[in-house]
């Protein structure tokens, strides 16, 4: 029998009365079989034995000692007992026994006893409020486990209890990893892997419980990406696991250093017709990269299993024509082609980029927001459920309940952090909708925020991954400055001297108004103080979420033309602007930003050949972590080595867009932490699956 079929009321396990069945329920510990998986969080070596001069050596010590006397503090309810101890080294200590009175009769003068606690010098003595106290020789020296708890139940408690449920229905537990694969790898089995980790006899036990527990945990996980993936595309996700994708490539980019995969389809596919044409006309050549990523996904498009791939590259690398381009490929197969992007700004500017590049190739092209008149969204709805419209651009107006497509073949995702998992799928769903044999349409997601190596393996790992780090020819790295707030007058001085040169720049603020609660600059005000004292004769604009969309368009129009020539703004810039004259950007409070969205920003600048900068400027009050961050952001330019640091400090939920989904709801796992059996998992259930295929 597996665990979770263990499925007796926890209730039926003794020491378990209704008193208790609460705070277990709090746990989610509703059966047997949850109690038995409610795994140690860690676990106390109670096997050695410690000086009370090792406090400072370890977070907690386990001292063999004499109790030497009692002495209490305080008056009334506030009086406390403190039980002095006497190591067989002769060091003292004091236990401070907080509503804990009744210490003093079970331990009196002379007591021999053990104690289990961590210690520190206080009103100068070594004391120890936090402790654990036994008579000497009343328990054996072991291993305890350490268990999350709720309310209304001791740690004391929960080990007894799941001691009484091992004692009752421990036996016969079953593996849920197949035994080939239990073999391969030199696993316990579970009804052993389960009894180390309760009642480990030593730490040896424990490290191997937890690796095996943790093992089987993201081997089902990536047997179901799998399984996922051969239901959808009748393979399995192609990733070369020996290729680091996450760690800066010092060296020189090669033809095929775009793509993650490597696999059998990778022979350069031919161009299609309209690609040719697009290409020719344009004024740069496309880097290696380009060319490598072109490639596989026109080798997608034409196979029969179809295309399920994120794309990701850094700001400015080129996804949004590798994007064009696919379209046009889905075109020639007679085919629609959705692009969905998170804000209508971003919307907007790819529909303006489509339609200079792909209207005059005959492609047909339309721009869905919300906002869109009631007059003129009927006649593009009617359009494009006919069949009349190639390419339709827009935001979450695109899954609309009645949006209809024709014939809806790829769908591209942009910034797909973005958005959720459910959002995804009901973009996905109107493809299957207009397709007659129900099939899914092509899904390309693209991400300008890099997706670190963990992340592409366990969010991602049913999907291909490519990535283009060449940067387009003339493209220089953005020179990053960490000015302090009292500096900002230079850091005024500088953009003045951009702005004389003929350049703009952007300011942008962590908040919209001036809020009480937080001492932070504000956009607004800050509009007000920029425009009026600092730069009084340099046309500025303020734009931020709560400005109407059509003054939000027309200001960026505005910003692009050079008529306005500061931008001061909240976040609302981090993506789809696109001004290769912009060569500063200020960030005020930038510790108040995570490392993608700094990164994000700071690559509003640098789109064109001219140098250009990032200003981080930082609040007097900055912690020593605010500062780590900031480091990385003045150290590097790649945002692959941002990522990982990113993930390491946010976790993967903000970074990946799935907050909402529970895809990483991983019990004792952590994608980040264990990538080696990650790996190792991964390899072994896509073996398996790959086995089962062929016969």
């Known amino acids: 029998m597996f665990l979770r079929e263990i499925n007796v009321p926890v209730s039926s396990v003794r020491g378990v009365g209704p008193a208790t069945v609460k705070p277990l329920a709090t746990l989610e510990i509703h059966t047997v079989g949850d109690l038995l998986a409610h795994w140690p969080r860690d676990w106390e070596d109670r096997t050695e034995f410690h000086s009370l001069s090792q406090f400072d050596t370890r977070s907690k010590i386990h001292v063999k000692a004499t109790v030497v006397a009692h002495d209490w503090f305080g008056f009334g309810r506030m009086r406390t007992l403190k039980i002095i101890i006497r190591d067989e080294a002769g060091t003292v200590a004091e236990l401070v026994c907080f509503n804990r009175p009744f210490l003093e009769k079970q331990f009196p003068p002379d007591a021999r006893v053990v104690v289990y606690g961590s210690f520190r010098y206080a009103y100068g003595s070594l004391q120890s409020s936090a402790f654990e106290l036994e008579q000497d020789g009343t328990s054996p020296a072991r291993v305890l486990p350490v268990y999350a708890l709720a309310a209304g139940i001791s740690q004391t408690q929960m080990r007894k209890i799941i001691a009484n449920a091992l004692r009752e229905y421990g036996r016969g537990i079953e593996s849920e990893l197949p035994e080939p694969v239990r073999t391969r790898y030199q696993l316990p089995d579970k009804q052993l892997i389960v009894q180390w980790a309760h009642q480990p006899a030593n730490l040896s036990q424990t490290v191997q419980a937890r690796h095996a527990l943790i093992f089987e945990e993201l081997f089902l996980f990536e047997y179901a990406i799998g399984q996922r993936s051969l239901e959808r595309r009748g393979r399995l996700p192609r990733l070369d696991t020996d290729t680091e994708t996450s760690r800066a490539d010092t060296a020189q980019p090669g033809p095929n250093s775009a793509s993650v995969c490597q696999n059998s389809d990778s022979v350069p596919a031919a161009l299609f017709p309209l690609q040719s044409r697009l290409i020719e006309r344009l004024s740069f050549s496309l880097t290696p990269d380009q060319k490598t990523v072109l490639s596989e996904l026109n080798n997608d498009l034409q196979s029969n299993t179809g295309m399920a791939r994120l794309l990701q590259g850094d700001v400015g690398s080129g996804k949004t024509l590798l994007a064009f381009l696919a379209a046009l490929a889905v075109r020639e197969q007679g085919g629609q082609t959705a692009i969905l992007a998170p804000t ?28 869109l008149k009631a007059s003129g969204r009927t006649k593009l709805l009617e359009e494009l459920a006919a069949g009349g419209i190639d390419v339709v651009i827009g935001t979450h107006a695109l899954f609309s309940k009645n949006v209809r497509y024709h014939n809806l073949r790829l769908v591209v995702i942009d910034e797909q952090q973005r958005f959720g998992v459910l959002q995804r799928a009901a973009i996905l769903d109107k493809g299957r909708e207009s397709d007659p044999d129900d099939r899914p349409p092509n899904l390309l997601m693209m991400s300008a925020t890099p997706i670190p190596r963990t992340l592409a393996l366990s969010v991602f790992g049913d999907l291909d991954v490519s990535v283009i780090k060449t940067m387009p020819p003339g493209r220089k790295p953005v020179i990053t400055h960490l000015a302090a707030k009292k500096n900002e007058e230079r850091v005024y001085d500088f953009i003045r001297r951009e702005l004389a040169a003929g350049y703009q720049a952007y300011f942008v603020y962590p908040l919209i108004d001036p809020s009480d609660s937080v001492e932070l600059a504000s956009a607004t005000d800050m509009f007000t103080h920029l425009r ?21 368009r027309e200001t960026m129009h505005a910003f692009r033309s050079g008529k306005i020539r500061i931008l001061v703004a909240t976040s609302v810039v981090e993506v789809g602007v696109d001004v290769p004259n912009a060569t500063c950007m200020v960030i005020e409070h930038a510790e108040r930003f995570g490392l993608s969205a700094l990164h994000q920003l700071r690559g509003r600048v640098g789109r064109g050949s001219t140098q250009s900068y990032c200003f981080l400027v930082f609040s007097d009050k ?36 799935i907050q909402q989904s529970g895809y990483l709801a991983f019990t004792l796992a952590d994608p980040i932490r264990d990538y080696e059996i990650l790996l190792e998992a991964r390899t072994a259930a896509f073996d398996l699956l790959e086995a089962g295929s062929k016969r």
């Open 532 to 552: 009026e004292r600092v730069f009084p004769d340099t046309p500025c604009a303020l734009i931020h979420s709560r400005i109407p969309e059509d003054e939000q």
């Open 344 to 371: 209508e700004l971003l919307a907007r500017q790819h529909a303006d980029t489509a339609a200079r590049l792909l209207e005059p190739a005959g492609i047909r092209i339309a721009f869905l927001t919300g906002n």
């Open 622 to 657: 900055l912690t020593e972590s605010g500062k780590a961050r900031l480091r990385v952001m003045h150290e590097t330019t790649d945002g692959f080595l941002i990522a990982e640091e990113d993930l390491r400090l946010r976790g993967p939920g903000d970074i990946a867009g």
